[in-house]
DNA sequence: AAATATAATGAACAGTGTTTAGTAAATTAT
DNA sequence: ATAATTTACTAAACACTGTTCATTATATTT
């Protein structure tokens, strides 16, 4: 039964955004009383972090998908990439993972570790050391370089998803972004 | 009235949070009926941009601030360092101006266009053009550059607000951050 | 003084998240 | 087989949110 609230919950999300996915819309979904809800999570925000623990799941494939480069410069590049186009393809669930309050707040009630985001940026922290092992970024201080790249493109999204980007024209929107991307690029490869 | 209604708004978003700030809440912190604020106001939505655009206003004092700085390099440097210090005295006006939904909403239903955040970036876009005039960021295309920056300073602080870096200890997170700052200045310093 | 305009409201509507006493069905114990 | 217990679910209600509208009181104009 939890997995068909989820399930339910993950589509009305997916079709009509956080704010119109109400209790009522899932349980109307899965033709069960809203009170059933209640018997297999906490709250609302519960069941907004469960999801958000399964559009880590999903994200996580991203990495995956650029596990084959040999090169770790390689691969930090193609996953900026892929990180964009994940978070454009699946704004929901980048919300979800990063944006929203509600999946952090469930957490902090739990007084509990945010293992999702830890795995991820370690991971992104050990690429980025392994591009210095091979002789990039001369002098960096890794963590300090890691928080910076996350930042830049975590940033590039965040302006895009939550309609920041409207002093633009609406041609011009996404090879703005994307030219935010490539000026990190090229500081990238220029360090 | 509408002048009341703006700053009961202001005071009890700035202490309760977006989300603790009702219509009903303003309308009993003045001491008149929640439909008064329908005469001034054409929904909430309209109120949030209000407080929006005074929040651009308090906002664009940063830049006054750092305008006697001679030198644009440093000019940037510095306005980095106050934009981030800005939006961690100022949360809830930073979530007004780049995070909340509702006043963009509010904007695309007038099909008006961003003129606060347009004239910001404008700045920043101009700041930037002095910069490489003056010998810096040689060969770099200033509008990318420009998006680049904001977005990591923007990446930043939203990291922050939406409690995106609980995977670091607690008396750690700031450093970090300041981290991520130090790191896109330090690449800005050797372009 | 009568007519009109303005400012404000009580009541209600539609919707949200959540709780609780109660019920029906399934399972276990006697 | 019957009684007792457990499990799964719900109808109803609560507290709250944003918003609308017919109505009323007051101020202004004719």
New binding site residues.
């Given amino acids: 039964?939890r997995r068909r609230i989820l399930e339910s919950a993950k589509k009305l999300f997916l079709d009509l955004g956080y704010e119109k996915t109400?209790?009522?819309?899932i349980a109307e979904d899965i033709e069960?009383?809203?009170?059933?809800i209640?018997?297999y999570f906490k709250?609302?925000?519960e069941l907004l972090f469960a999801l958000h623990q399964e559009a880590f799941v999903e994200f996580a494939k991203t990495f995956v998908k650029v596990a084959h480069i040999a090169d770790p410069f390689e691969r930090l590049i193609t996953l900026g990439r892929e990180y964009l186009a994940f978070a454009f393809a699946n704004p929901e669930l980048y919300e979800l993972m990063f944006l929203l309050t509600a999946p952090m707040e469930a957490l902090e009630i739990r007084e509990d570790v945010w293992e999702d985001g830890r795995s991820v940026y370690m991971a992104l922290e050990m690429l980025i050391a392994e591009c210095q092992a091979a002789g990039h970024f001369k002098g960096a201080d890794v963590q300090q370089l890691s928080m910076m790249i996350w930042a830049t493109v975590h940033g590039l999204v965040t302006i895009q998803l939550r309609k920041r980007c409207t002093m633009f024209d609406e041609n011009e929107r996404d090879s703005r972004i994307q030219g935010g991307l490539d000026s990190l690029i090229r500081m990238l490869e220029s360090y």
């Fill in positions: 039964m109400s209790i009522r819309g069960y009383s809203p009170a059933t209640y018997l709250d609302k925000n």
